[in-house]
């Protein structure tokens, strides 16, 4: 398969960076934060204390060494809140641009009928171009899909990327992950942290009772994160190979719990053949 612009034109390369920029950061502060939170506790324990207490200032010294000692006591259990919130937020965008990208580069499936009404609204836009019409469209139809995710990859998430003719297999040990992690990420931001029914149905192996307080252990959280970017690239990987272009490998290498699936999607997946990835930086591997 041919390298060319084709595989990185109509922002679905600036979308996968926007992903991958805030993949690559969430790994690194959940690498760094709990070794810098164990230093400040541990300093505490050593004569020469004193210069945290001099390099934060006194009452931010007893703040930081106070949150440091609580982080570590829950193991981390904000931090991997916020790193599963902060991902599905990130990872929710990234499925738009992507089904955007497909409908920018193939304008003609705006025949859909589920376009009809939005396509009315926007002739009412009078001070719009068409290019901002496009837009309102797009976003509008997008906007408005909330299927349920389920075990045979089946949701919200592939009937976006089918309108804009990205859709596809989602491989069932994939599906599953992603169905808990939204069932996890669902608790945490709406119901306070505590286990509903929703839960319990599409994630009984996590084995909590309605009513308990969900906790995310740092296992729960590598396998969430490890599917959210699984899937990011399997959805630029359908997109490059609409193109012409060879599909790029998964991060991970072998420990990536779904790189078997992945390899049975893209068995000819290959690293970029140079420095440029999906859009001009170098891509995870």
Wanted: charge should be neutral.
């Amino acid at each position: 398969m041919s390298e060319d612009r084709s595989c990185i034109d109509s922002g679905m390369g600036e979308a996968f960076d926007s992903w991958l920029d805030l993949f690559n950061e969430t790994l690194a502060l959940t690498a760094a934060v709990p070794w810098a939170f164990l230093y400040v506790v541990e300093s505490t324990k050593n004569p020469d204390w004193g210069h945290i207490n001099k390099l934060l200032g006194g009452f931010n010294a007893c703040k930081t060494y106070d949150v440091a000692e609580r982080n570590i006591e829950s193991k981390h259990q904000t931090l991997n809140v916020l790193a599963l919130l902060g991902c599905w937020g990130s990872f929710e965008a990234y499925v738009v641009d992507a089904a955007k990208a497909g409908l920018r580069s193939r304008p003609e499936m705006l025949s859909n009928p589920v376009f009809n009404k939005a396509k009315r609204r926007a002739e009412q836009l009078a001070d719009a171009d068409e290019g901002q019409r496009f837009e309102h469209i797009i976003d509008k139809v997008l906007a408005s899909i909330h299927d349920k995710l389920d075990a045979g990859g089946n949701g919200k998430y592939e009937s976006q990327l089918a309108l804009g003719g990205l859709g596809g297999t989602v491989p069932s040990d994939l599906a599953s992950a992603l169905m808990e992690a939204q069932q996890v990420r669902n608790v945490l931001a709406h119901n306070g942290g505590k286990a509903d029914a929703k839960l319990l149905k599409q994630a009984p192996s996590l084995g909590f009772e309605i009513g308990d307080q969900v906790v995310i252990t740092k296992q729960m959280l590598g396998k969430y994160l490890l599917a959210l970017n699984t899937y990011t690239t399997i959805i630029v990987n359908r997109y490059r190979v609409q193109r012409g272009c060879a599909p790029l490998v998964c991060y991970g290498g072998m420990q990536n719990l779904f790189k078997d699936s992945f390899d049975q999607l893209f068995p000819d997946a290959v690293f970029p053949t140079s420095a440029k990835g999906v859009s001009g930086r170098k891509s995870l591997n």
